[in-house]
């Protein structure tokens, strides 16, 4: 038997194994789709998908119900030559369905929701109440999703476990409302007879009302708008080895630093009217004359058509006024016993100190201030007109070097170790900016730039002369002449092969801003790019910050009676806020959406990245 069956085993396998394998069966797909819900009375189709082999196959399919677990055929469909047949259905409550192909397959079920075609929403305007106090119930009343011109609804309130009448409120429009002033806790809902009935509203009815907190502690981090380059990344950059052209091209995407042909001098505005449109005052000198001062060596004034009107010695001391139109510059010069009063007027006056391009280059290099002005001036001229009967005094300047030298935006101390790089990058992005405002001059202010951040922050010989015999002055004034290769010929950050408006700021709060979430317009090469560097910069003391809000603020920003919390609720993808958000004790909520120096300027904050908001009692 054992030899026997061995034989046969191997001549059954003999067998098999000189046949052909069976072929694989064509895969054979049918799906039902089609909308997850429908109104009542409403017909709704369905469409069936046939394929095989992942073609699409025409045939018969029929279309199944399943009622109380059993399936009930409902209809049949034939595909087209696309694999597709539809069916309509018209069930009056929640329905499963499902489609069989005639070789047997079937589809995944496909759930219609049926919805009441009429529907009634009740809303509480305030849920949470002090005792005493009213608020309001609201209905919305539609048809197959469509609000309802005219109609009655009941309001109703729970008793015990009854409902009864509260009110008859017209509906207009699909919409009305009635006020309750309930004593206790009471929920509500609305009635159409015999069409709907909204879910239930509770209005929950303290005691006593809650206090506000006093102030608000928010907690953000970074300083300034958050556009361009962050300095204090730029510096923590530098110290890791960066070169200034890479640290440009991390903050400013897809530009070129490169050397640029450039105008030889700027105007400067260091003392006079508002020409931005500021309130008068906040950066302008609203004043009808001030004083320039020349400390030391010579100087001279010179009137509009370029002759000298008067050459001395200094220190002097020349006051500024107006008369009519044109400028006055009036001093005392005295002759052995007696002191004169000189006094010129002219439509333009040009104030020139020795050791300048200007005058007696070689000779005492002097200093000249202006009162009032926040920089002092060893390089360039005065030029003094009257705008609008106030003096205007303007700088003139090299661009590339004895301007660059003056700008005070970044620390002149950055570069004594490895932080050089971070200087010179400051000197091209300061260098593009002032490049992009000298197009034409700004007749309001006869000048190209001012001095303050309405601009860039110059101060002149105040920035140069930094430090111990100037020490820290000359290692900004060396960063910036690896910037220079002469007085027409520099280093400017270009875009698309032009020179580009660069901002900067102190530091991020993680990541850089696009400049349409904080201004306007959308600039290609500053937008949102990750800056952990600014955030672990040594010496950044807005890495994390925190400010009080006080609930007057609170108040005015939000237009609430009382601000309860105050949430951060969406932000731009630098992180900066986009929506706040403002409970009050009533439980009535206000937010504000906008820019984000839109908001930080509401509040007063070092920068727009602003995690969170605590309240204080």
């Known amino acids: 038997m054992t030899g026997l069956s061995g034989a046969l085993a191997a001549g059954l396998t003999l067998g098999l194994a000189g046949l052909a394998a069976p072929a694989q069966a064509a895969t054979t797909t049918i799906t039902l789709t089609g909308p997850s819900s429908a109104y009542q009375g409403v017909s709704t189709k369905l469409t069936a998908t046939w394929k095989v082999g992942g073609k699409a196959h025409a045939g018969t399919v029929t279309v199944q119900q399943r009622v109380n677990g059993v399936w009930y055929l409902l209809g049949t469909t034939k595909t087209s030559s696309k694999g597709t047949g539809t069916i309509s259905v018209k069930p009056h409550a929640t329905a499963v369905f499902r489609a069989k192909t005639s070789s047997g397959a079937y589809s995944a079920t496909k759930t219609l929701t049926i919805k009441a075609p009429y529907a009634v929403q009740a809303k509480a305007g305030t849920s949470t109440i002090t005792k005493g106090k009213s608020t309001t119930i609201s209905a919305t009343y539609t048809y197959r999703g469509a609000k309802v011109s005219s109609t009655t609804a009941t309001l109703q309130r729970k008793s015990g476990s009854t409902w009864v009448k509260q009110a008859s409120v017209k509906i207009s429009k699909g919409a009305g409302t009635a006020t309750v002033k309930p004593s206790t806790t009471t929920s509500y809902r609305y009635v159409v007879s015999g069409k709907a009935t909204s879910g239930t509203v509770k209005v929950t009815v303290r005691t006593t009302a809650p206090k506000a907190p006093s102030s608000f502690t928010a907690k953000g981090s970074g300083y300034g708008?958050?556009?361009?380059?962050?300095?204090?990344?730029?510096?923590?950059?530098?110290?890791?080895?960066?070169?200034?052209?890479?640290?440009?091209?991390?903050?400013?995407?897809?530009?070129?630093?490169?050397?640029?042909?450039?105008?030889?001098?700027?105007?400067?505005?260091?003392?006079?009217?508002?020409?931005?449109?500021?309130?008068?005052?906040?950066?302008?000198?609203?004043?009808?004359?001030?004083?320039?001062?020349?400390?030391?060596?010579?100087?001279?004034?010179?009137?509009?058509?370029?002759?000298?009107?008067?050459?001395?010695?200094?220190?002097?001391?020349?006051?500024?006024?107006?008369?009519?139109?044109?400028?006055?510059?009036?001093?005392?010069?005295?002759?052995?016993?007696?002191?004169?009063?000189?006094?010129?007027?002219?439509?333009?006056?040009?104030?020139?100190?020795?050791?300048?391009?200007?005058?007696?280059?070689?000779?005492?290099?002097?200093?000249?201030?202006?009162?009032?002005?926040?920089?002092?001036?060893?390089?360039?001229?005065?030029?003094?007109?009257?705008?609008?009967?106030?003096?205007?005094?303007?700088?003139?300047?090299?661009?590339?070097?004895?301007?660059?030298?003056?700008?005070?935006?970044?620390?002149?101390?950055?570069?004594?170790?490895?932080?050089?790089?971070?200087?010179?990058?400051?000197?091209?992005?300061?260098?593009?900016?002032?490049?992009?405002?000298l197009g034409s001059t700004n007749p309001k202010c006869r000048c190209n730039v001012v001095d303050d951040v309405r601009d860039q922050n110059f101060t002149g010989w105040k920035k140069q002369d930094e430090g111990t015999n100037g020490y820290y002055g000359k290692l900004w004034v060396a960063a910036v002449d690896t910037t220079v290769s002469s007085t027409t010929q520099a280093t400017a950050l270009t875009y698309g092969g032009k020179v580009v408006a660069t901002h900067y700021y102190s530091s991020s709060g993680g990541r850089t801003a696009s400049s349409q979430d904080v201004w306007v317009a959308k600039v290609p090469y500053e937008q949102s790019v990750a800056d952990s560097w600014s955030l672990k910069a040594p010496g950044n003391s807005y890495a994390s910050w925190t400010r009080s809000v006080s609930q007057a603020t609170a108040k005015k920003v939000f237009g609430l009676p009382d601000v309860k919390s105050i949430s951060v609720s969406s932000t731009y993808s630098s992180g900066q806020m986009k929506t706040l958000t403002a409970t009050s004790t009533s439980g009535k909520k206000a937010s504000i959406t906008g820019k984000a120096e839109t908001l930080r300027a509401k509040f007063g904050f070092p920068a727009a990245w602003v995690s969170s908001f605590t309240a204080k009692s």
């Open 225 to 437: 708008h958050g556009v361009g380059m962050s300095q204090y990344g730029a510096y923590d950059m530098a110290l890791a080895g960066n070169s200034s052209s890479t640290i440009l091209k991390t903050y400013y995407k897809g530009t070129t630093p490169k050397s640029v042909t450039t105008p030889t001098s700027i105007a400067v505005q260091v003392w006079g009217p508002e020409p931005y449109g500021y309130a008068a005052g906040r950066y302008s000198d609203t004043a009808k004359s001030t004083t320039v001062h020349v400390d030391t060596g010579t100087w001279r004034l010179r009137s509009s058509k370029g002759t000298t009107l008067y050459e001395g010695k200094a220190p002097i001391t020349v006051t500024i006024g107006v008369s009519g139109s044109k400028v006055t510059a009036s001093f005392g010069v005295t002759s052995g016993s007696k002191t004169v009063t000189k006094k010129y007027t002219d439509s333009t006056l040009r104030i020139h100190w020795s050791g300048t391009t200007y005058y007696k280059s070689t000779s005492t290099k002097a200093v000249a201030t202006v009162k009032g002005a926040q920089g002092s001036y060893r390089n360039g001229r005065f030029t003094i007109t009257n705008i609008g009967g106030h003096p205007n005094i303007v700088n003139d300047l090299r661009l590339n070097t004895e301007y660059l030298y003056g700008i005070a935006e970044m620390p002149s101390s950055w570069g004594a170790g490895k932080g050089k790089s971070a200087l010179a990058a400051q000197a091209v992005v300061a260098r593009s900016y002032a490049l992009t405002k």
